[in-house]
């Protein structure tokens, strides 16, 4: 059924509370990306959510609430180092996986006996959260498969016309994912990085990351949200690393130039007089990690708009919100990752 997506500013917040107390579904910004939120506590509301995204139901959502408080009933219990965690990162970029009460609808976990659970740092969010009094599933609001949304026009070119309405919050912050953290075991295992880093976890609680055990193969994946390729654009997407990489790209590049086919290439700004016979699409001042996240979903987006028929991208290290960005980017290249 098509819809009129209506597109509302935070003064009209009301209108939104009122969509959801419904049973319908609304996308909303958070200090990461936007989410498409319904009642986490009506299971034939948050069904609405799959059917828009066209997400496989095997993979689970995230609870938002307005406070740490409220996360209570809905978990059995809350392990003492996670409370640490949530004392010093809520609100904030960080999602914790606890063990689950019946409060919460299997439809939202998967049939998992966890639940995934975070308190949003967004003005709008967490008024949207007070006013309308219930927790809000939320997945990212893209359509499954394409690169997070980070602002409100991002939302309208995936899901214009199969949802009721997006409240426009402007660009979101981070512009990544939040940290999910497994806290069902010891120690605690980082299952995607965000924005919250794996040093800053480690600063507090012992923590385990697995690059490798992504949650790509045949084992049954801790994330199931993992196993699914994300965050592609329709241009074949190589991630190049190295100190060779400028010379890699250009010489990759050559075959589709000649066919007339358009090449980018993401590279810090400073990088862009390197290539200047592709298309960049410029990563931010070189070193600016937080720049990037900010950026990095609107650029592959950007990617799509420019038709380019590949885009070679540039890598970066892997510290601090590296690690996020480079997560990002491989599920982009859909492992097509070439070191010089
Ligand atoms: O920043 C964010 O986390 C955004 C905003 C809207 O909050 N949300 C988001 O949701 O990115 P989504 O659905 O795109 O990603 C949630 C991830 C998926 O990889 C999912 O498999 C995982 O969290 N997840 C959810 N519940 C889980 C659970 N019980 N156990 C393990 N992983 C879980
Ligand atoms: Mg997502």
Same mark, same amino acid.
């Given at each position: 059924?098509?819809?009129?997506?209506?597109?509302?500013?935070?003064?009209?917040?009301?209108?939104?509370?009122?969509?959801?107390?419904?049973?319908?579904?609304?996308?909303?910004?958070?200090? !990461?990306?936007? *989410?498409?939120?319904?009642?986490?506590?009506?299971?034939?509301?948050?069904?609405?959510?799959?059917?828009?995204?066209?997400?496989?139901?095997?993979?689970?959502?995230?609870?938002?609430?307005?406070?740490?408080?409220?996360?209570?009933?809905?978990?059995?219990?809350?392990?003492?180092?996670?409370?640490?965690?949530?004392?010093?990162? %809520?609100? =904030?970029?960080?999602?914790?996986?606890?063990?689950?009460?019946?409060?919460?609808?299997?439809?939202?976990?998967?049939?998992?006996?966890?639940?995934?659970?975070?308190?949003?740092?967004?003005?709008?969010? @967490?008024?949207?959260?007070?006013? !309308?009094?219930?927790?809000?599933?939320?997945?990212?609001?893209?359509?499954?498969?394409?690169?997070?949304? !980070?602002?409100?026009?991002?939302?309208?070119?995936?899901?214009?016309?199969?949802?009721?309405?997006?409240?426009?919050?402007?660009?979101?912050?981070?512009?990544?994912?939040?940290?999910?953290?497994?806290? !069902?075991?010891?120690?605690?295992?980082?299952?995607?990085?965000?924005?919250?880093?794996?040093?800053?976890?480690?600063?507090?609680?012992?923590?385990?990351?697995?690059?490798? =055990?992504?949650?790509? =193969?045949?084992?049954?994946?801790?994330?199931?949200?993992?196993?699914?390729?994300?965050?592609?654009?329709?241009?074949?997407?190589?991630?190049?690393?190295?100190? =060779?990489?400028?010379?890699?790209?250009?010489?990759?590049?050559?075959?589709?130039?000649?066919?007339?086919? *358009?090449?980018?290439?993401?590279? %810090?700004?400073?990088?862009?007089?390197?290539?200047?016979?592709?298309?960049?699409?410029?990563?931010?001042?070189? *070193?600016?990690?937080?720049?990037?996240?900010?950026?990095?979903?609107?650029?592959?987006?950007?990617?799509?708009?420019?038709?380019?028929?590949? @885009?070679?991208?540039?890598?970066?290290?892997?510290?601090?919100?590296?690690?996020?960005?480079?997560?990002?980017?491989?599920?982009?290249?859909?492992?097509?990752?070439?070191?010089?």
């Amino acid at each position: 059924m098509e819809l009129k997506t209506r597109h509302l500013t935070p003064e009209e917040i009301g209108e939104a509370v009122q969509i959801l107390r419904e049973g319908m579904v609304v996308a909303f910004p958070t200090e !990461t990306v936007y *989410g498409l939120g319904a009642n986490a506590l009506d299971p034939e509301a948050v069904k609405s959510i799959f059917r828009a995204k066209g997400r496989p139901q095997d993979n689970p959502l995230i609870i938002h609430f307005a406070n740490a408080q409220q996360v209570e009933e809905f978990v059995q219990e809350v392990p003492p180092q996670a409370l640490l965690l949530m004392e010093r990162f %809520w609100p =904030g970029p960080l999602t914790l996986v606890l063990k689950k009460t019946e409060q919460v609808p299997d439809i939202v976990t998967a049939g998992l006996d966890t639940v995934a659970v975070r308190v949003p740092d967004h003005p709008v969010a @967490l008024e949207l959260l007070r006013l !309308t009094g219930f927790p809000l599933a939320a997945p990212s609001a893209n359509r499954s498969g394409r690169p997070s949304p !980070t602002r409100a026009e991002h939302v309208l070119a995936d899901l214009g016309g199969l949802i009721p309405a997006v409240l426009d919050g402007g660009e979101t912050g981070w512009g990544l994912e939040s940290t999910v953290l497994d806290c !069902t075991v010891t120690p605690f295992r980082l299952l995607r990085p965000g924005g919250v880093t794996l040093e800053e976890l480690q600063d507090l609680v012992p923590v385990l990351y697995q690059a490798e =055990g992504d949650g790509i =193969g045949t084992e049954a994946p801790r994330s199931p949200g993992m196993k699914y390729q994300h965050y592609a654009p329709e241009a074949k997407v190589y991630l190049v690393t190295g100190d =060779g990489a400028a010379t890699k790209i250009k010489e990759l590049s050559e075959p589709y130039s000649q066919r007339g086919e *358009g090449v980018g290439v993401m590279t %810090w700004d400073e990088r862009a007089e390197l290539y200047p016979t592709l298309t960049v699409l410029p990563m931010g001042p070189e *070193g600016n990690f937080a720049a990037l996240a900010h950026n990095l979903f609107h650029l592959l987006r950007q990617a799509d708009i420019l038709g380019l028929k590949v @885009l070679f991208i540039e890598g970066v290290s892997e510290d601090n919100l590296g690690l996020a960005i480079m997560n990002r980017l491989r599920k982009a290249a859909d492992q097509r990752e070439i070191k010089t």
